[in-house]
């Protein structure tokens, strides 16, 4: 399978990829416009029903747990939860997730919400952080980001974030790995076609943490980055890598004003 993929990918790369060019979303390049389009509307009716109705979404379950997490005091901490500061997430977390990522004064730099989590259990809570990508700090990410539904992507405005969504600008832009492929030419000058039989959507990173079917389970955003380089034969940088982070910044630019979907299916 994997070479079936390399095969593909290369196909595209050599027939259908020659030019470097964003397509352009409105005036400017790379930001929002009338043409774009979530990744949910190129998904099959059945995908699409299944991350519209609670009761089929199997990311739920996910959030289920977040809540109870939200609610206790963690192993090792000070007997405080994220309810003890932040009362009733429904009320007090509304909004929140549509502004990551963004500057953080305590880590001196741009963090996800994923940080913003772990920062706050080894501060307030005086417990322990959580592994990247581990199953209780994806049910409270998408617990938190459950709250902002229906929200439109509100990138931060800071000096620091603005700098990361550009760095993050010219990742997007630049060929990697093996295949010599960037994200731009997949998702921009592609997006619509299919790869490996699977919908090529245009990136917008508003339905994170997602549920994909391949994976069983639920993801996060770096994840999905990750596989995107491995699947160039590109170097994989580690979970909160700079360049990971800043990517996350770049992509909450183009999907500024999109409502969050989160928790999102995918095949």
């Avoid at 009338?34 to 739920?60: E, W």
């Avoid at 391949?214 to 491995?230: A, D, F, I, K, P």
């Amino acid at each position: 399978m994997r070479s079936i993929v390399a095969l593909l990918l290369t196909l595209v790369a050599t027939n259908c990829l020659a030019a470097d060019r964003v397509r352009p979303y409105g005036s400017d390049p790379g930001l929002p416009g009338s043409d774009r389009k979530s990744g949910r509307d190129y998904m099959s009716p059945a995908t699409q029903a299944m991350q519209s109705d609670d009761t089929q979404n199997p990311a739920m379950l996910w959030v289920a747990n977040g809540e109870t997490l939200w609610r206790t005091a963690p192993m090792g901490g000070n007997g405080k939860s994220c309810a003890t500061c932040h009362t009733d997430a429904k009320t007090s977390m509304r909004g929140a997730a549509t502004t990551f990522p963004r500057f953080s004064q305590q880590a001196g730099k741009v963090i996800t919400l994923a940080d913003q989590v772990n920062q706050c259990r080894t501060g307030a809570l005086k417990a322990s952080s959580l592994k990247s990508e581990s199953a209780d700090l994806l049910a409270l990410e998408a617990y938190i980001a459950l709250q902002s539904r229906g929200m439109p992507v509100t990138p931060a405005t800071d000096k620091e974030t603005r700098q990361a969504a550009e760095r993050g600008r010219k990742l997007f832009t630049t060929r990697i790995g093996q295949l010599n492929l960037s994200c731009a030419q997949c998702h921009d000058n592609n997006a619509g076609k299919r790869l490996a039989g699977a919908p090529i959507p245009q990136g917008h990173a508003n339905a994170y943490p997602i549920y994909r079917l391949e994976w069983q389970g639920v993801g996060s955003l770096q994840r999905r980055l990750r596989n995107c380089m491995s699947g160039v034969r590109a170097e994989v940088p580690p979970y909160g890598a700079p360049d990971l982070v800043d990517l996350e910044a770049y992509l909450a630019l183009r999907a500024q004003g999109m409502p969050l979907e989160t928790p999102g299916v995918r095949p």
